[in-house]
């Protein structure tokens, strides 16, 4: 599977934005999938996760409450809805997959993960 990250932009704090990840090729629901963001100067951290069938979902506590995970297997399409961004949240946001069997849950991870997208920039302004 290949992954192309949208939906990036420039939102004052408070605002809200929805990022994509659609996916290419087949088996999309074999997938456990996540979103990582890298600020400048800082190393790669986890954002959510989603498991394969989008019954389970994982947070980072810094976005627990505001950041949405969730995806669509029709349209091979994961989302990451954001809201009351901040400036802190300022970063590329990527996303990964992982194809797994049923039992297992996805990672917080990034080494766990083996294919990734090209990023997305997010900027929050003050």
């Known amino acids: 599977v290949q992954l192309q990250a949208s939906g990036g932009g420039l939102v004052q704090a408070g605002g809200s934005l929805r990022l994509s990840c659609a996916a290419s090729g087949s088996s999309f629901s074999r997938y456990a999938e996540a979103w990582f963001r890298q600020a400048p100067g800082k190393e790669r951290e986890f954002v959510a996760a989603?498991?394969?069938?989008?019954?389970?979902?994982y947070y980072d506590d810094s976005v627990k409450g505001r950041f949405t995970i969730s995806r669509d297997n029709a349209r091979k399409t994961v989302y990451l809805m954001m809201d009351v961004l901040r400036p802190d949240d300022t970063a590329v946001y990527y996303c990964?997959?992982?194809?797994?069997?049923?039992?297992?849950?996805?990672?917080?991870?990034?080494?766990?993960?083996?294919?990734w997208g090209q990023g997305t920039q997010v900027t929050v302004s003050s």
């Open positions: 989603i498991s394969r069938s989008g019954s389970s979902t």
């Open positions: 990964a997959a992982k194809q797994t069997i049923l039992t297992v849950e996805p990672s917080s991870e990034d080494r766990w993960y083996d294919t």
